[in-house]
């Protein structure tokens, strides 16, 4: 079973800072997605990732894949308080081609 | 923009009995997965669909699970005996073989 552990599970910060999030794994991931989850709502799709080094950017949000593709990093600039959420990190393997493993998710509160 | 709708949105029944989740899924998306997630705890893989049959399947994804896309459009997941322990959201979830797009879910309560 390939596990995905994400860290900070809860992290609060002021509005105009900024943080990181982070997804790690022993195992490797042919693709790697990061997903954002309101309350009592599906998984919103931000990006995916595949290639290892690759980065990737959304306006203030930057994410990075490890080189050996076993890690990836979100980092968020100038955080807003529309930022809020439960942010995941979702992975496939080589071996399990088509079932998502999923982090347990950090819980960004982005005080104003 | 295309979206992954799932019906109901909540459902409430009694242990033993069976219950249909029923998903539409976006157009020309040739993946299909139900996920589900107790409250508090992580989003679970249950079951991929590809091709009219079942590519990967979770332990969780016993024998009172099944799923179907009868009519070439929905995708359904069927519960045939409902234990306490199955209440959960359950979301489908279509796509490509590299990334999944989630519908909102339907919140199911055994009671």
């Known amino acids: 079973t390939q596990l995905l552990e994400q860290s900070p599970q809860f992290l609060s910060i002021q509005e105009g800072e900024n943080l990181t999030v982070y997804c790690n794994s022993s195992?490797?991931?042919?693709?790697l997605q990061w997903y954002r989850q309101e309350p009592g709502e599906g998984p919103v799709l931000l990006v995916t990732?595949?290639?290892?080094?690759e980065v990737k950017k959304l306006k203030r949000l930057t994410f990075q894949f490890g080189d050996a593709r076993k890690d990836s990093s979100l980092h968020i600039t100038a955080a807003q308080p529309g930022d809020t959420g439960l942010y995941l990190c979702?992975?496939?393997?080589?071996?399990?081609?088509?079932?998502?493993?999923f982090g347990s998710g950090t819980q960004l509160t982005v005080l104003p | 923009e295309p979206e992954v709708t799932q019906t109901p949105s909540h459902q409430v029944t009694q242990m033993g009995q069976e219950v249909i989740l029923r998903c539409v899924p976006i157009?020309?998306?040739?993946?299909f997965y139900w996920y589900r997630q107790i409250l508090g705890q992580k989003v679970e893989f249950l079951v991929s669909f590809y091709n009219n049959e079942i590519s990967e399947k979770s332990e969780i994804f016993d024998d009172q699970f099944s799923v179907e896309r009868p009519d070439g459009s929905n995708f359904t997941l069927k519960i045939r005996s409902t234990k306490l322990e199955d209440s959960a959201m359950y979301f489908c979830a279509t796509g490509s073989n590299t990334e999944a797009f989630f519908g909102q879910g339907t919140r199911l309560t055994v009671v």
């Open positions: 979702a992975g496939l393997t080589p071996s399990s081609a088509r079932q998502l493993t």
């Open positions: 195992s490797v991931f042919s693709s």
């Open positions: 157009s020309n998306h040739l993946y």
């Open positions: 990732v595949v290639t290892g080094g």
